[in-house]
């Protein structure tokens, strides 16, 4: 699995917006073959920060979402509202997605 973990500043006047600006992308990527999960979160300290954490099947599976239309179409659309260059965390990792937290289970 392929991991990435993205970073994005955006400027003020967009933070409110920003989700709507990537909407179509994620849509997108999220019915890609090769994505297992695609999900936004705002920072809670810092309202004008999004991170991004993305997985993909394998090599295979990056590369033609990186090579998309809709992927062109996504870096136009966020060049705008960004304030600095984003910052990634791409690694390949073993397994398909997400695993259960050891330390952690829902009080009964």
């Known amino acids: 699995m392929i991991f990435i973990a993205v970073r994005f500043t955006v400027r003020p006047e967009y933070s409110d917006r920003w989700l709507d600006i990537v909407d179509d992308f994620t849509r997108a990527t999220r019915a ?3 994505n ?3 999900d936004w979160s705002r920072s809670v300290e810092e309202p ?3 991170t991004l954490l993305e997985a993909f099947a394998d090599a295979d599976a990056g590369a033609a979402h990186v090579a998309s239309d809709h992927f062109r179409a996504g870096m136009e659309s966020m ?3 960004i304030a600095t260059t984003p910052e ?3 690694v390949e ?3 398909q997605g997400w695993n259960e937290m050891a330390e952690l289970k829902p009080a009964r």
């Open 79 to 81: 060049a705008t509202a």
């Open 93 to 95: 990792v073993p397994g």
């Open 88 to 90: 990634i965390i791409n």
């Open 36 to 38: 297992l999960f695609y």
């Open 32 to 34: 890609e073959p090769g």
């Open 48 to 50: 004008n920060r999004f």
